[in-house]
């Protein structure tokens, strides 16, 4: 069964980057045809899906984030990870990564984020954006 955690800073400043890392257990980054997800979610609202990396390597943004937005990954260490550039207190979510076929992240990019379309997530981690 593969597993998802999230590790990063719970704290981050006004224009500064938020960064988070995804380290998967019990399958591959690389699997074909899975996709990685970056999601989240502000206090009272819905799930945002923010964007992903493919099993190939190949990234997918949110077009509302998709400037501020770089996803990455590290295949030795079996990591995928977020950066989002110039925060604010918009930002503030909990953050999740999660897994779902390649084919069911593009309607999710298409359609908006529906939880029963990924079939694995982390536990989340909260992010606060605060001078």
């Known amino acids: 069964q593969v597993q998802l955690q999230e590790s990063g800073p719970g704290l981050v400043k006004p224009s500064q980057m938020l960064s988070l890392t995804c380290t998967v257990s019990?399958?591959?980054?690389?699997?074909?045809?899975?996709?990685w997800s970056w999601i989240r979610q502000p206090p009272g609202k819905g799930l945002e899906w923010m964007g992903a990396i493919a099993y190939d390597g190949s990234t997918y943004y949110s077009p509302s984030l998709e400037s501020r937005t770089s996803i990455s990954r590290d295949t030795s260490e079996n990591q995928f990870s977020l950066q989002l550039s110039s925060v604010t207190p918009e930002d503030s979510a909990v953050y999740y990564c999660a897994k779902a076929s390649l084919l069911m992240t593009m309607a999710t990019m298409n359609r908006g984020c529906v939880e029963t379309d990924f079939d694995s997530w982390g536990q989340g981690t909260q992010v606060t954006v605060s001078s």
């Open positions: 019990g399958g591959s980054i690389t699997t074909r045809y899975y996709a």
